[in-house]
């Protein structure tokens, strides 16, 4: 056998005994929290050209931006509430 099928070999061994595709999946709840963390990383840094305002249109595109980010983000906590993700860490 030449190396390539050796290799192949290995590779489907190697798949079908330690990596399963549920281990390696995102949860609905996952992905919408890590949504969620990113627009506020975003919104973050939108608010801070904002306030330190290098020049008008700069500021003005982060506002923009910061804009839609809320909304986007609003629409992810009413997911995550419906798919009832939260739990006691998530009360404040």
């Known amino acids: 056998m030449n190396a390539r ?3 192949a070999t290995l590779l489907l061994i190697g798949a ?8 390696l999946a995102m949860t609905e709840c996952e992905f919408i929290k890590r949504t969620m963390n990113k627009l506020g ?10 306030a330190s305002g290098p020049d008008q249109e700069t500021e ?3 506002s923009e931006l910061l ?26």
Do not use: P, T
């Not at 079908?16 to 595709?21: A, E, L, Q, R, T």
């Open 5 to 7: 099928h050796h290799i």
């Open 16 to 23: 079908g005994i330690g990596f399963s595709s549920s281990s």
């Open 41 to 50: 990383r975003e919104m973050s840094i939108n608010r801070a050209l904002i």
């Open 60 to 62: 003005q595109k982060a």
């Open 67 to 92: 804009s839609q980010q809320n909304k986007d983000y609003r629409l992810a906590k009413r997911q995550y509430q419906k798919a009832s993700c939260e739990n006691v860490w998530d009360q404040r």
